[in-house]
């Protein structure tokens, strides 16, 4: 599951950055960005083939992105959690569906500061229909968890100016589809948890300034992911701590 999980993140990575760019992601071969030299069968074996390399190009010996290997590694760690969590089940595939949009999206707003529209369009008919297979109790928990998604966003952007953006909306409320009203909610406020600690450690190590943007998404997925596999243990832990 976790060498599966790396060669979906190779293929993630790529979607992640050229959908924004409207560049073809399964026909136009990956090529080197530094001399264009395309690369051969043996240069995309997930890890393995950075490794090898030394993190270099084969043909002009520059440097290749660590975060190549690094986006690879995440996905098969994320993928192996949930199988390790969940066994080959329906709740499984619903883990792989949420965590193929999670590594999508945090390349894409990592690279860009943007999620595409079409990613967004996508995952939301897919987790129509898984939700339409296996719904969550009752079924229109999926409905109040995209309205939650969305309406909260919207309003934060209204108050705040600034801080999240339309993208962080649509994608909270597509993720609600698959979450449900309660883990919604509960994703908002791990993201907003995420989001801070992160965002105050790398502004205290000086990586980056205070006015310098820092996109929201990656702390939205990471959010959902641990909320779909251990948000309703979380919520029991809080309720039992705090309302004995
Ligand atoms: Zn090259």
């Not at 060669?7 to 073809?24: H, Q």
């Amino acid at each position: 599951m976790f060498i599966t999980g790396t060669i979906l993140g190779s293929f993630f990575n790529v979607v992640g950055l050229r959908l924004p760019k409207n560049i073809p992601f399964t026909t136009s071969r990956s090529a080197c960005p530094h001399c264009s030299t395309p690369l051969q069968a043996r240069d995309l074996i997930p890890l393995f083939s950075y490794l090898i390399a030394k993190g270099k190009c084969r043909h002009c010996q520059h440097s290749i992105s660590v975060t190549y290997p690094l986006v690879e590694l995440i996905t098969g760690f994320l993928f192996l959690v949930a199988y390790l969590y969940l066994g080959l089940s329906w709740e499984f595939a619903g883990a792989s569906l949420l965590i193929s949009l999670a590594v999508i999206v945090t390349v894409s707003d990592f690279h860009y500061m943007l999620i595409p529209n079409k990613l967004l369009l996508f995952f939301a008919a897919t987790f129509v229909i898984y939700r339409t297979i296996s719904p969550l109790q009752p079924w229109y928990d999926s409905i109040f968890g995209a309205l939650a998604g969305f309406v909260i966003i919207f309003l934060i952007i209204l108050v705040s100016r600034g801080g999240m953006g339309a993208g962080d909306m649509k994608l909270l409320g597509t993720l609600g589809i698959l979450l449900g009203f309660k883990l919604t909610l509960l994703t908002l406020f791990l993201a907003t948890l995420i989001g801070t600690v992160v965002s105050l450690t790398l502004l205290a190590f000086k990586v980056i300034g205070r006015k310098d943007p820092f996109p929201f998404g990656p702390s939205i997925v990471l959010a959902a992911v641990i909320s779909y596999l251990y948000g309703f243990d979380l919520l029991r832990f809080y309720y039992d701590t705090f309302f004995l």
